[in-house]
């Protein structure tokens, strides 16, 4: 991994730092899994769940930016290109089934 890491350009070291710092707060993934569930929930999981939860996000932020270079547009992504990658995922089953309360419609 150092020998990976040491071969980054700039940029690709900025992304990294950003990518490892990033982390949703375990107290609200603790406080929605346990709503969810109806019981009390480790710390162990919930650390698992929230990591689950970071490479969900990245997937789908990946798919919007492959969606948004196919288009030829730059810049931020979108809520139109948030929604093209939640429906790309959902084709590919790697997307959770949506409700009639779906955010992504």
């Known amino acids: 991994m150092q020998v990976l890491v040491s071969n980054f350009t700039e940029e690709q070291l900025d992304r990294y730092e950003m ?11 603790k406080r929605i899994m346990q709503t ?3 019981c009390s929930v480790g710390q162990n999981v919930v650390i698992a769940m929230a990591g689950i ?3 969900f996000a990245g997937e789908v932020c990946e798919e919007a930016l492959d969606y948004m270079d196919s288009l030829g547009e730059s810049g931020p992504l979108q809520p139109k290109h948030l929604r093209e990658a939640a429906r790309r ?16 419609k």
């Open 53 to 55: 939860s970071k490479v």
């Open 36 to 38: 969810i569930t109806g």
């Open 89 to 104: 995922l959902r084709e590919k089953a790697h997307f959770p089934k949506a409700s009639k309360t779906n955010v992504f």
């Open 19 to 29: 990518y490892r710092r990033a982390a949703f707060p375990k107290a609200a993934i």
